[in-house]
């Protein structure tokens, strides 16, 4: 019994060799991806483009072991995975006109709804307190209006992003982390906590096949695919040459809205966004900022920041009861709660962008009625 189209599929995109353009010059002369398994080595050859080390691979005994390849998809059902290329009609429409449109799909979760406003959040990954905290109030008041954030699972900014959306009560708040390893793997290691809810508030996508490692080349890949699941890109703190700038660029030439979100003049954190911003990118300071850029797709101007309630974590919530209409300074605050002054300012700074708290003076503050 021979492969199904579909497994054909399958099997042409767990080859670690082969490349989105060596697929498509294969698909070019074959057609479909049942031709192309089933294809002759001398055939192979003829395939114009199409590199010595792929056709070697290609032409190898046992590159085609029909078993084999039904365990595979076997072992990615078992571990609640699902597989879609480009012949599927629940490919992500956003992504069949972008530039080397991934030819399959690895995931856990669900695929962004075609109809759900989405926003992409990067930034740096080393990146600063007010960073974090911007990141994870923007993802958290824009998925609270309805849109849909996605990311890429980094350390810093993104995974503050998906960790803003993931606060929130709502379960119709969604987030996305595009990989850069298969989906069996959890990098880094210390977001497996918000890899696992994922799968049930939104998805973890990858174009690599299980067990696939993080190699260096596949994050510049993998912004490709954030850039084009989103409709606009929002960069929060990145260095003048980063990878954040490269999912901007990306999303230029594919015609995406760019945000970005100032920082101090002095602080390197900031050039980038600084750059975008001279370079026509949109300045934005609240929510609100990118979301009346979607008031068609949203059926109407999303409900405005400051009446939405944004969750308190334990953390924010024993900082939050230590406050009162009097001003108190952030070192009585930090030994109240027993959090570390770094800790402490970090969470005052996540409360003042929430609205609750206000800065009355150098390092004094108050609750905000």
């Not at 003829?46 to 084999?68: F, H, I, P, Y």
């Not at 973890?204 to 890949?221: G, K, R, T």
């Not at 920082?263 to 050039?271: I, M, R, T, V, Y």
Request: net charge positive; hydrophobic share 35%; charged share 25%.
């Amino acid at each position: 019994m021979g492969l199904t189209e579909r497994e054909c599929w399958f099997w042409l995109c767990s080859r670690p060799y082969l490349g989105v353009k060596s697929i498509d010059k294969l698909l070019g002369y074959f057609g479909t991806a049942g031709n192309i398994y089933y294809g002759r080595n001398g055939q192979y050859s003829q395939v114009k483009g199409l590199k010595s080390t792929v056709l070697k691979q290609l032409q190898k005994a046992g590159e085609k072991d029909e078993e084999q390849i039904r365990k595979s998809m076997e072992r990615l059902d078992a571990l609640g995975g699902r597989f879609v290329c480009r012949a599927d009609r629940d490919y992500p429409e956003r992504l069949r006109h972008i530039y080397d449109a991934p030819a399959g799909l690895f995931y856990c979760g669900e695929l962004p709804e075609p109809r759900r406003p989405m926003i992409g959040i990067v930034g740096a990954r080393s990146a600063s307190s007010y960073g974090l905290a911007a990141a994870e109030y923007f993802a958290s008041v824009l998925s609270g209006m309805g849109f849909g954030i996605v990311s890429g699972l980094a350390r810093g900014i993104d995974g503050a992003a998906h960790q803003g959306v993931l606060r929130q009560r709502a379960p119709e708040g969604k987030t996305w982390g595009i990989l850069g390893c298969g989906l069996n793997i959890c990098y880094p290691q210390e977001h497996f906590k918000i890899f696992r809810q994922m799968k049930k508030r939104g998805g973890i996508i990858s174009e690599y096949p299980l067990d696939s490692v993080p190699e260096a080349w596949h994050f510049p890949m993998r912004n490709r695919i954030i850039s084009g699941l989103a409709d606009g890109i929002l960069i929060i703190e990145a260095r003048e040459r980063s990878g954040a700038l490269i999912t901007a660029d990306m999303g230029l030439e594919q015609g995406k809205n760019i945000y970005a979100l100032p920082g101090p003049f002095n602080s390197a954190l900031s050039a980038g966004c600084h750059h975008l911003i001279q370079s026509g990118a949109k300045l934005v300071f609240r929510p609100e900022d990118i979301s009346e850029d979607y008031v068609e797709m949203m059926g109407g101007m999303p409900v405005a920041s400051e009446d939405l309630k944004l969750p308190l974590d334990n953390s924010e919530q024993l900082v939050y009861a230590s406050l009162s209409l009097n001003p108190k300074d952030v070192n009585t605050i930090s030994a109240e709660c027993g959090r570390p002054l770094a800790e402490t300012l970090h969470i005052l700074l996540n409360l003042e962008l929430k609205g609750m708290v206000r800065q009355m003076g150098k390092n004094l503050y108050i609750q905000k009625l």
